[in-house]
Structure formats: structure tokens, C-alpha cells
């Protein structure tokens, strides 16, 4: 329940009910009384965040099954890191808010964040060994489509 909960907005008028039900779960006593309480206060803030567009990602999915804040880290320009807690419903939108009050940027219009993942070995020798073999206009379309792929 931890988990839908907190990926998967239900439709207001289920909404109510399983708030309800939840909310009686809380009084249980131990793990189940513990586990309501978190899935209560994560659907509030998936209700308020509305659907999602991309799925969850395996190390989000198992933070939520122990009920753990998501750990990311954030890099500057300057090769410095802060480490943020965030939830299933965090935002991008909020995450820059925040830190831009936190650091007082003077334009945090100019701040952004930007995904990264390590890249596998040998990926930009095969990319170009394929572009190598195509023509002009099939490069320009490969180029295109692998940025659509990346930015959605």
C-alpha cells in the first residue's frame, strides 16, 4: 500500500476511502500502525503532485519499502556536492526552489538540474562507428531522434 500510495494518484472519489481506511490503520499498533501513517502522508503528497510521467525507478521503489526519505546528490559547476533527502513527490520544480533559497542566488533563474548517469564503456566508439557508415541526412535524423529518446 506504501507503494501505490506513493507513485500512483487514485481518482478523488477513491480517494476518500482509502484515506479513511488508512487513517483507521494508523491506530493499529506496531508495523501496520507505522506503514498506514507513512502511506497516509505519502498519498496526501501524491494527490498534490499529480501523475506521474515517467515510472519509478527501482532504488525509489525500494526506499519507499522501508519507508526511507530518497537520498540524491546534487553537483555544482565547481565539482562540489550536496547530498538532498527527497520523497517519491518531489519535484525538480521544488528541488531548485530550494536551493536556490538555500544558497540565496542572486538569479536562481540561471540554475538548473540536469539528470546524469554514468555512461558504459566503449558507447561513444560504437555511436560514431555507426554514424561513420551513414549518409548526411540519416546522421541529422539519428542525431535528432537520440535527443528526443534522451529528454523525454
Known amino acids: 500500500?506504501?507503494?501505490?500510495?506513493?507513485?500512483?494518484?487514485?481518482?478523488?472519489?477513491?480517494?476518500?476511502?482509502?484515506?479513511?481506511?488508512?487513517?483507521?490503520?494508523?491506530?493499529?499498533?506496531?508495523?501496520?500502525?507505522?506503514?498506514?501513517?507513512?502511506?497516509?502522508?505519502?498519498?496526501?503528497?501524491?494527490m498534490e503532485a499529480t501523475q506521474r510521467r515517467?515510472?519509478?525507478?527501482?532504488?525509489?521503489?525500494?526506499?519507499?519499502?522501508?519507508?526511507?526519505?530518497?537520498?540524491?546528490?546534487?553537483?555544482?559547476?565547481?565539482?562540489?556536492?550536496?547530498?538532498?533527502?527527497?520523497?517519491?513527490?518531489?519535484?525538480a520544480s521544488q528541488v531548485q526552489k530550494a536551493m536556490a533559497d538555500t544558497y540565496r542566488m542572486k538569479h536562481p533563474e540561471s540554475f538548473g538540474l540536469f539528470e546524469c548517469e554514468q555512461p558504459r564503456p566503449g558507447w561513444d566508439k560504437e555511436i560514431y562507428e555507426k554514424r561513420d557508415k551513414m549518409e548526411r541526412e540519416q546522421k541529422i535524423d539519428d542525431l535528432q531522434n537520440s535527443f528526443v529518446l534522451q529528454s523525454t
Do not use: W
Not at 11 to 16: L, V
Open 54 to 91: 515517467i515510472q519509478p525507478m527501482p532504488d525509489e521503489i525500494k526506499r519507499i519499502e522501508v519507508r526511507g526519505p530518497i537520498s540524491i546528490k546534487v553537483q555544482f559547476l565547481d565539482n562540489s556536492h550536496r547530498t538532498l533527502l527527497v520523497t517519491s513527490q518531489t519535484r
Open 1 to 46: 500500500m506504501c507503494i501505490c500510495a506513493s507513485i500512483f494518484p487514485p481518482s478523488d472519489e477513491f480517494a476518500n476511502y482509502l484515506a479513511c481506511y488508512l487513517y483507521q490503520q494508523t491506530k493499529e499498533a506496531g508495523n501496520v500502525g507505522e506503514a498506514a501513517t507513512f502511506a497516509l502522508k505519502a498519498l496526501d503528497r501524491t
